[in-house]
Structures are given as structure tokens and as C-alpha cells.
């Protein structure tokens, strides 16, 4: 683990929450980004402590958590999304032409 600071925003992988470029943050890797000091909700705290299993996001956090990752990754994206597509097609075709050859031997 090292702290690094972000050249560009981020989203914890822990709690969700936007990081904002030039801000400091943990990294453990290639998405592995994680608030700076990360302070444990008293009962995720307590349930630790104790040796409860920690409690699991409600449902209704889940959506939210899963589109602010994909707002993230898709603002990291080098490439617009049509160029994208257009690569992975090229991709399949690569791939399919591939399987046919070795679909003839």
C-alpha cells in the first residue's frame, strides 16, 4: 500500500466515495483506490469488535455504488464508446476467424 495523489477522480472501492483529482488516496493496485483515512461506520466498528458478521449494504445502496463505479471507469475510458464497440467487433472477428481455422483442422 502506498498513498499516492489522484491525477484524476476516482471512487473509493470501499465506500463509494468520489475522490477528487489531486486529492490523496490508498492504492493497492489497479482499482484498488481507497479514501485516505477511512473512518468505519459505528456499526460495521462495533459488529468488528464483537465478532458479528458486518453488515451488508441494503439493497437500495447497491444500484447506487454500481453506476458511480461505472460513471468512473467510463470517465477513465480513453476511447469513446464508439470507438469501443468497433474495436471489440474487430476483436470478434479476429477471434471467430480463428475458432474457424482450428474448427477445419
Same mark, same amino acid.
Request: glycine share 6%; charged share 25%.
Given at each position: 500500500? !502506498?498513498?499516492?495523489?489522484? @491525477?484524476?477522480? %476516482?471512487?473509493?472501492?470501499?465506500?463509494?466515495?468520489?475522490?477528487?483529482? $489531486?486529492?490523496? /488516496? *490508498? &492504492? &493497492? $493496485? @489497479?482499482? @484498488? =483506490? &481507497?479514501?485516505?483515512?477511512?473512518?468505519?461506520?459505528? %456499526?460495521? %466498528? %462495533?459488529?468488528?469488535?464483537? $465478532?458479528?458478521?458486518?453488515?451488508? #449494504?441494503?439493497?437500495?445502496? +447497491? #444500484?447506487?455504488?454500481?453506476?458511480?463505479?461505472?460513471? /468512473?471507469?467510463?470517465?477513465?475510458?480513453?476511447?469513446? *464508446? /464508439?470507438? +469501443?464497440?468497433?474495436? +471489440?467487433? $474487430?476483436?470478434?472477428? =479476429?477471434?471467430?476467424?480463428?475458432?474457424?481455422?482450428? !474448427?477445419?483442422?
Amino acid at each position: 500500500m !502506498k498513498i499516492i495523489t489522484l @491525477k484524476e477522480t %476516482a471512487i473509493c472501492a470501499d465506500c463509494g466515495k468520489n475522490l477528487p483529482a $489531486g486529492s490523496r /488516496a *490508498r &492504492y &493497492y $493496485g @489497479k482499482d @484498488k =483506490i &481507497y479514501c485516505e483515512t477511512h473512518d468505519k461506520p459505528a %456499526a460495521v %466498528a %462495533a459488529a468488528s469488535t464483537k $465478532g458479528q458478521p458486518v453488515p451488508q #449494504p441494503s439493497p437500495g445502496e +447497491l #444500484p447506487a455504488r454500481e453506476a458511480a463505479a461505472r460513471s /468512473a471507469t467510463a470517465a477513465r475510458l480513453p476511447v469513446t *464508446r /464508439a470507438e +469501443l464497440v468497433h474495436l +471489440l467487433e $474487430g476483436i470478434k472477428f =479476429i477471434i471467430d476467424s480463428m475458432l474457424a481455422q482450428l !474448427k477445419e483442422e
